[in-house]
């Protein structure tokens, strides 16, 4: 018996054992009080309700206490948190899981195994369970990071209720977030020991770059110190190389090499570079330590990842618009726009798509970027988010100029991007527009994941569809021949043509002439503007050139993709369609143009969305918002085409409405801490062919993008950066023109991360001139601050600017653990009652060891059942004390009952038996041969003839006998043995009612009466 919070005894739980208290208490009180009430009971009926009182009491108290059955589990469930960050060599991972996979075949059948896997997150591998016999690793996610807290907090939330658990925890101890000092708190209340085994290890020679200190921000032209930090765990030597922007300093010129020989002491090393800054904008600079190869080929250095490190400096100067136009024959669409912002004096890099900036730190050395006429499948997902962060989180500004590429008819529908745009690229629903109709016809993919391959690149097609769009599938599916597997439809949310594009099986057909019939059938049988299909095969098909031709005369274009051709007459039959048809070919032959194919269709898909694109008789444009762009301007020029878009709810301002429908043509915003604007038309190349001798084209481009650049900073205004290990400090200096430090300003920043977010930064004042701000900056990568202020001057004016900071973390804290931190391990068991593992045996050791373990155990309510039999014997008590039962009468009755009944079968049997002597007797037969024979089982059915003669006595019968035969009605003859034998019953009767008491002369008269009534009967 133990006493928690319940009280367990045997199989029975109390959840309130305090009620039990009522027990003696009310048996107490019950006893005093019957002495009174049933001081008028009978001895025995006095005591049963006694007894059946003080039952109730009992029961009822039990039904209070809340009592359940308690059934103890005897299965234990052990999880395996596996350490999968880099710090932890590959070879102990795989030991661990060769050593679990030995452990079970020392477990019992009840007995589970599940397995989470730590690195910068933790994810569940297997479940707990019976069947887990093996380490099955699926997706680990990053690794450059390890959170031993957090796989531990999952091992218990995933440890099964019905068994006992434990969890191992195989690591080096090392955490670079969360604290697994906390989650072994956890683990020690719910009652889960952590048994730990430290996986050991030491790098004697290391050399770890800390960090490359650079200014923040510099002027151009300008000489900067670059100092790098340099850490040696013991003497070492090797070479340092400075990148900046990627390209190699010269910092030995009077040796062939680049880089410069360093021999570094034991402990931090300060290496100082001077560097000249030749352009503005941010300019990235890279240490790299090479370490020195050894006599045995092997490097002094035990981790390579920690080798480099980087650092960023933005240089003032100019504000600058970088103009990305394509760069094949409509290279000159941006060249009158050129030419104006050069007039206005704004500095201007034009560069193509390929060599556009891909990261947000490039992005921020301009103060506005301007895409003329650009495809969205010409930018990653990678660049597209940067673009839109850059705008967002950093401040810049985005100007995007329409074309027959731009916007919706360009893929952008969807991207990121959309997101940084005052217009929704997909037209509302309620506008009739010329619909695109794309059908896409599959063959047999055969290359290295070809079905995989296949589907994703119908859905990349797909995606890049408006939902007004029409869009069909076309497979031969062997011996169901060739059929549409999805119909020509609207792609609407996309769900129905998805889930066919699932269904696909990509069967080898023989000839592609069965699919395009029902291709060109489908596409002239929709009301669309743009028809066009694409065609993705190995090409060993074969096709027929009338069906070609009849493509070309229908205005349908075919692109093909061919993929991992198996000769070159394939490619030949690829190319010959789609150059009849006006289309376009690929050529997909190896495993790298593989990740090209989503972009393929991509663009191909894009060609039906020019229907998008309005074009007819020239119109001017209206002037509907009086701001800052459109100011000083009163008429534009006509145009004769532009994409079509939607207005944006929000605070976007539609500038410029034209068109049949009043579509907006230009429009501002802003978005973040940056602006955007954009212009459906195109930049004067064939929409807008009579802007360029408008005469206020010059200022009407320059207002648009001046209004979306960020603004300049001011060289009173400084920021610097402070590291404080997993944040950095963002420290602001004002001072006004005289040199004094400002008393008051409004700072608004913004922190773009690696991982493509973006968080605010809220600065508060500690002293004259100065402001500060703690950001997180644990993630490895580059951070990027942006921060808009608007400070006094001494002079009472307000200066608004812009600035930006740098914030580098080169690698993660994983790599700057030399050695493993076993001391935490050891005390993460000892709090959890674990044990610390020296080694990996299985037959000495025993992963499922139940010492110490609460088991739990699994109740079952049971009150009710108590309840309902309290008031069934409260109720027989009410009986009891009511009705005046003497129990011991009704005993004596029920004895009295049992003995009559035995003494009536008796009596039944003698009667029998002497009704069968006499039977026998006037038949001719011995009575006593046959009243002593035994009975028999079973006996032979009679004949016919004794059937018929069984109660017919014979004819010397008859003459024999003298006494009358009784009929029916009258008495018959007793026998003498019948006789005697009930007047030993009466006899025996008699006595008995004599010594219980009753009365003797009622008795033996009524026993007299019957007597003459039965010597009556038979006179």
Same mark, same amino acid.
């Not at 661990?96 to 569940?124: C, H, W, Y």
């Not at 719910?190 to 200190?213: F, L, M, Q, S």
């Given at each position: 018996?133990?006493?928690?919070?319940?009280?367990?005894?045997?199989?029975?739980?109390?959840?309130?054992?305090?009620?039990?208290?009522?027990?003696?208490?009310?048996?107490?009180?019950?006893?005093?009080?019957?002495?009174?009430?049933?001081?008028?009971? =009978?001895?025995?009926?006095?005591?049963?309700?006694?007894?059946?009182?003080?039952?109730?009491?009992?029961?009822?108290?039990?039904?209070?206490?809340?009592?359940?059955?308690?059934?103890?589990?005897?299965?234990?469930?052990?999880?395996?948190?596996?350490?999968?960050?880099?710090?932890?060599?590959?070879?102990?991972? !795989?030991?661990?899981?060769?050593?679990?996979?030995?452990?079970?075949?020392? @477990? @019992?059948?009840?007995?589970?195994?599940?397995?989470?896997?730590?690195?910068?997150?933790?994810?569940?591998?297997?479940?707990?369970?019976?069947?887990?016999? $093996?380490?099955?690793?699926?997706?680990?996610?990053?690794?450059?990071?390890?959170?031993?807290?957090?796989?531990?907090?999952?091992?218990?939330?995933?440890?099964?209720?019905?068994?006992?658990?434990? *969890?191992?925890?195989?690591? %080096?101890?090392?955490?670079?977030?969360?604290?697994?000092?906390?989650?072994?708190?956890?683990?020690?209340?719910?009652?889960?020991?952590?048994?730990?085994?430290?996986?050991?290890?030491?790098?004697?020679?290391?050399?770890?770059?800390?960090?490359?200190?650079?200014? $923040?921000?510099?002027?151009?032209?300008?000489?900067?110190?670059?100092?790098?930090?340099?850490?040696?765990?013991?003497?070492?030597?090797?070479?340092?190389?400075?990148?900046?922007?990627?390209?190699?300093?010269?910092?030995?010129?009077?040796?062939?090499?680049?880089?410069?020989?360093?021999?570094?002491?034991?402990?931090?090393?300060?290496?100082? *570079?001077?560097?000249?800054?030749?352009?503005?904008?941010?300019?990235?600079?890279?240490?790299?330590?090479?370490?020195?190869?050894?006599?045995?080929?092997?490097?002094? %250095?035990?981790?390579?990842?920690?080798?480099?490190?980087?650092?960023?400096?933005?240089?003032?100067?100019?504000?600058?618009?970088?103009?990305?136009?394509?760069?094949?024959?409509?290279?000159?669409?941006?060249?009158?726009?050129?030419?104006?912002?050069?007039?206005?004096?704004?500095?201007?890099?034009?560069?193509?798509?390929?060599?556009?900036?891909?990261?947000?730190?490039?992005?921020?050395?301009?103060?506005?970027?301007?895409?003329?006429?650009?495809? =969205?499948?010409?930018?990653?997902?990678?660049?597209?988010?940067?673009?839109?962060?850059?705008?967002?989180?950093?401040?810049?500004?985005?100007?995007?100029?329409?074309?027959?590429?731009?916007?919706?008819?360009?893929?952008? *529908?969807?991207?990121?991007?959309?997101?940084?745009?005052?217009?929704?690229?997909?037209?509302?629903?309620?506008?009739?527009?010329?619909?695109?109709?794309?059908?896409?016809?599959?063959?047999?993919?055969?290359?290295?994941?070809?079905?995989?391959?296949?589907?994703?690149?119908?859905?990349?097609?797909?995606?890049?569809?408006?939902?007004?769009?029409?869009?069909? *599938?076309?497979?031969?599916?062997?011996?169901?021949?060739?059929?549409?597997? &999805?119909?020509?439809?609207?792609?609407?949310?996309?769900?129905?043509?998805?889930?066919?594009?699932?269904?696909?099986?990509?069967?080898?057909?023989?000839?592609?002439?069965?699919?395009?019939?029902?291709?060109?059938?489908?596409?002239?049988?929709?009301?669309?503007?743009? !028809?066009?299909?694409?065609?993705?095969?190995?090409?060993?098909? $074969?096709?027929?050139?009338?069906?070609?031709?009849?493509?070309?005369?229908?205005?349908?274009?075919?692109?093909?993709?061919?993929?991992?051709?198996?000769?070159?007459?394939?490619?030949?039959?690829?190319?010959?369609?789609?150059?009849?048809?006006?289309?376009?070919? &690929?050529?997909?032959?190896?495993?790298?143009?593989?990740?090209?194919?989503?972009?393929?269709?991509?663009?191909?898909?894009?060609?039906?969305?020019?229907?998008?694109?309005?074009?007819?008789?020239?119109?001017?444009?209206?002037?509907?918002?009086?701001?800052?762009?459109?100011?000083?301007?009163?008429?534009?020029?006509?145009?004769?085409? &532009?994409?079509?878009?939607?207005?944006?709810?929000?605070?976007?301002?539609?500038?410029?409405?034209?068109?049949?429908?009043?579509?907006?043509?230009?429009?501002?915003?802003?978005?973040?801490?940056?602006?955007?604007?954009?212009?459906?038309?195109?930049?004067?190349?064939?929409?807008?062919?009579?802007?360029?001798?408008?005469?206020?084209?010059?200022?009407?481009?320059?207002?648009?993008?001046?209004?979306?650049?960020?603004?300049?900073?001011?060289?009173?205004?400084?920021?610097?950066?402070?590291?404080?290990?997993?944040?950095?400090?963002?420290?602001?200096?004002?001072?006004?023109?005289?040199?004094?430090?400002?008393?008051?300003?409004?700072?608004?920043?913004?922190?773009?991360?690696?991982?493509?977010?973006?968080?605010?930064?809220?600065?508060?004042?500690?002293?004259?001139?100065?402001?500060?701000?703690?950001?997180?900056?644990? %993630?490895?990568?580059?951070?990027?601050?942006?921060?808009?202020?608007?400070?006094?001057?001494?002079?009472?004016?307000?200066?608004?600017?812009?600035?930006?900071?740098?914030?580098?973390?080169?690698?993660?804290?994983?790599?700057?653990?030399?050695?493993?931190?076993?001391?935490?391990?050891?005390?993460?068991?000892?709090?959890?009652?674990?044990?610390?593992?020296?080694?990996?045996?299985?037959?000495?050791?025993?992963?499922?060891?139940?010492?110490?373990?609460?088991?739990?155990? =699994?109740?079952?309510?049971?009150?009710?059942?108590?309840?309902?039999?309290?008031?069934?014997?409260?109720?027989?008590?009410?009986?009891?004390?009511?009705?005046?039962?003497?129990?011991?009468?009704?005993?004596?009755?029920?004895?009295?009952?049992?003995?009559?009944?035995?003494?009536?079968?008796?009596?039944?049997?003698?009667?029998?038996?002497?009704?069968?002597? @006499?039977?026998?007797?006037?038949?001719?037969?011995?009575?006593?041969?046959?009243?002593?024979?035994?009975?028999? $089982?079973?006996?032979?059915?009679?004949?016919?003839?004794?059937?018929?003669?069984?109660?017919?006595?014979?004819?010397?019968?008859?003459?024999?006998?003298?006494?009358?035969?009784?009929?029916?009605?009258?008495?018959?003859?007793?026998?003498?043995?019948?006789? @005697?034998?009930?007047?030993?019953?009466?006899?025996?009767?008699?006595?008995?009612?004599?010594?219980?008491?009753? %009365?003797?002369?009622?008795?033996?008269?009524?026993?007299?009466?019957?007597?003459?009534?039965?010597?009556?009967?038979?006179?």
């Amino acid at each position: 018996m133990s006493v928690l919070a319940s009280l367990v005894l045997g199989p029975i739980e109390f959840a309130r054992p305090a009620w039990l208290l009522l027990i003696p208490i009310t048996w107490v009180v019950t006893l005093l009080i019957s002495r009174k009430s049933l001081a008028s009971a =009978s001895g025995t009926s006095r005591w049963v309700a006694l007894v059946v009182r003080l039952i109730v009491l009992a029961m009822v108290a039990g039904a209070l206490a809340e009592p359940s059955t308690r059934d103890e589990s005897e299965d234990v469930a052990v999880t395996v948190v596996i350490d999968s960050s880099r710090s932890v060599p590959e070879e102990a991972q !795989r030991s661990i899981e060769q050593f679990i996979s030995e452990s079970t075949m020392l @477990k @019992k059948p009840g007995d589970r195994l599940g397995v989470v896997t730590a690195a910068r997150n933790s994810l569940v591998q297997q479940l707990p369970s019976r069947l887990t016999e $093996t380490v099955e690793r699926r997706f680990i996610g990053r690794t450059d990071g390890t959170n031993l807290g957090e796989a531990v907090q999952l091992a218990i939330a995933t440890g099964p209720e019905d068994s006992a658990n434990r *969890i191992l925890l195989a690591t %080096d101890g090392n955490e670079t977030e969360g604290s697994l000092l906390a989650a072994a708190e956890a683990a020690k209340a719910a009652g889960v020991p952590i048994d730990v085994y430290p996986i050991r290890y030491i790098y004697p020679n290391e050399v770890i770059v800390e960090r490359v200190n650079v200014p $923040t921000n510099a002027r151009l032209s300008e000489t900067v110190n670059i100092r790098v930090v340099v850490t040696a765990t013991r003497p070492s030597r090797g070479t340092i190389n400075i990148l900046m922007n990627d390209r190699p300093i010269d910092l030995d010129p009077d040796s062939p090499a680049v880089g410069v020989f360093v021999e570094l002491r034991e402990g931090p090393n300060l290496l100082s *570079i001077p560097v000249e800054l030749p352009q503005e904008g941010a300019q990235r600079f890279e240490a790299i330590f090479e370490p020195e190869q050894l006599a045995s080929g092997a490097l002094d %250095d035990g981790i390579q990842e920690n080798n480099r490190a980087l650092g960023v400096t933005f240089v003032s100067g100019e504000g600058r618009v970088l103009i990305i136009q394509n760069d094949d024959t409509a290279v000159g669409e941006a060249e009158q726009l050129v030419e104006a912002l050069t007039e206005a004096e704004i500095g201007t890099v034009v560069v193509s798509p390929k060599e556009a900036p891909r990261t947000v730190a490039d992005m921020a050395s301009y103060d506005a970027i301007v895409l003329v006429n650009q495809e =969205s499948f010409e930018y990653s997902l990678e660049q597209q988010e940067a673009m839109r962060q850059y705008v967002h989180d950093i401040g810049g500004g985005l100007v995007m100029i329409g074309g027959d590429r731009s916007f919706g008819a360009g893929g952008w *529908i969807g991207s990121p991007l959309e997101d940084a745009l005052p217009i929704r690229l997909d037209p509302p629903q309620k506008r009739q527009m010329p619909r695109g109709a794309l059908v896409l016809v599959v063959h047999s993919v055969e290359m290295p994941r070809g079905v995989f391959w296949g589907k994703q690149v119908c859905n990349a097609a797909v995606d890049a569809l408006s939902r007004l769009d029409l869009v069909g *599938i076309v497979e031969y599916q062997g011996f169901g021949g060739t059929d549409w597997v &999805y119909p020509i439809s609207p792609v609407g949310d996309g769900g129905g043509v998805k889930q066919a594009i699932n269904n696909l099986t990509f069967g080898d057909m023989q000839t592609f002439d069965d699919s395009l019939q029902l291709t060109l059938a489908g596409l002239m049988n929709v009301d669309a503007g743009q !028809r066009h299909a694409i065609v993705i095969s190995d090409g060993d098909p $074969t096709v027929s050139n009338t069906l070609l031709n009849q493509f070309k005369a229908a205005g349908v274009s075919l692109s093909t993709v061919g993929v991992f051709p198996h000769s070159p007459r394939d490619l030949t039959t690829m190319k010959r369609m789609a150059n009849i048809t006006g289309g376009r070919f &690929y050529e997909v032959a190896n495993n790298a143009a593989l990740a090209t194919l989503p972009q393929i269709f991509i663009k191909e898909a894009q060609t039906v969305k020019r229907s998008l694109i309005w074009e007819g008789r020239p119109f001017t444009p209206t002037i509907t918002a009086a701001t800052d762009t459109m100011r000083g301007i009163t008429g534009l020029p006509p145009i004769t085409g &532009y994409v079509v878009a939607a207005d944006r709810e929000g605070l976007a301002q539609v500038t410029i409405r034209g068109g049949p429908e009043n579509d907006p043509i230009g429009a501002q915003w802003q978005y973040g801490l940056g602006r955007s604007v954009t212009f459906t038309s195109d930049a004067a190349a064939k929409w807008a062919s009579a802007w360029p001798g408008w005469p206020g084209f010059g200022q009407f481009w320059e207002q648009q993008i001046r209004w979306a650049m960020r603004p300049s900073g001011s060289a009173n205004v400084m920021v610097r950066t402070e590291d404080l290990g997993e944040k950095t400090r963002l420290v602001i200096d004002a001072v006004g023109s005289d040199g004094s430090r400002l008393p008051s300003g409004v700072f608004k920043g913004r922190v773009a991360t690696p991982d493509g977010e973006g968080e605010d930064v809220d600065f508060r004042q500690t002293g004259p001139g100065r402001w500060e701000s703690v950001v997180d900056s644990s %993630d490895a990568g580059t951070y990027v601050a942006a921060i808009r202020y608007a400070v006094p001057d001494a002079d009472g004016t307000m200066t608004e600017g812009s600035t930006q900071a740098s914030i580098t973390r080169p690698f993660a804290d994983e790599f700057r653990a030399l050695q493993d931190n076993a001391p935490l391990l050891t005390q993460v068991a000892e709090m959890t009652g674990g044990r610390v593992l020296t080694n990996l045996r299985p037959e000495a050791l025993d992963l499922w060891q139940r010492t110490d373990l609460g088991f739990p155990v =699994s109740t079952k309510p049971i009150w009710l059942i108590v309840t309902v039999l309290s008031i069934a014997v409260f109720l027989f008590d009410v009986a009891v004390r009511r009705v005046r039962i003497d129990f011991f009468a009704v005993v004596r009755g029920a004895k009295k009952a049992a003995a009559k009944s035995q003494q009536a079968a008796t009596t039944q049997l003698d009667a029998l038996q002497a009704a069968r002597a @006499k039977a026998q007797t006037r038949t001719g037969r011995s009575a006593d041969t046959d009243v002593n024979r035994p009975m028999r $089982t079973a006996a032979a059915p009679p004949s016919a003839d004794v059937a018929k003669r069984k109660f017919e006595a014979t004819e010397d019968q008859t003459r024999r006998s003298t006494g009358s035969v009784a009929l029916k009605g009258e008495a018959s003859e007793e026998s003498e043995i019948v006789r @005697k034998r009930r007047e030993e019953a009466e006899r025996r009767r008699s006595e008995q009612i004599k010594a219980e008491g009753g %009365d003797e002369d009622s008795m033996s008269r009524l026993l007299k009466a019957k007597k003459r009534a039965q010597e009556d009967r038979e006179s």
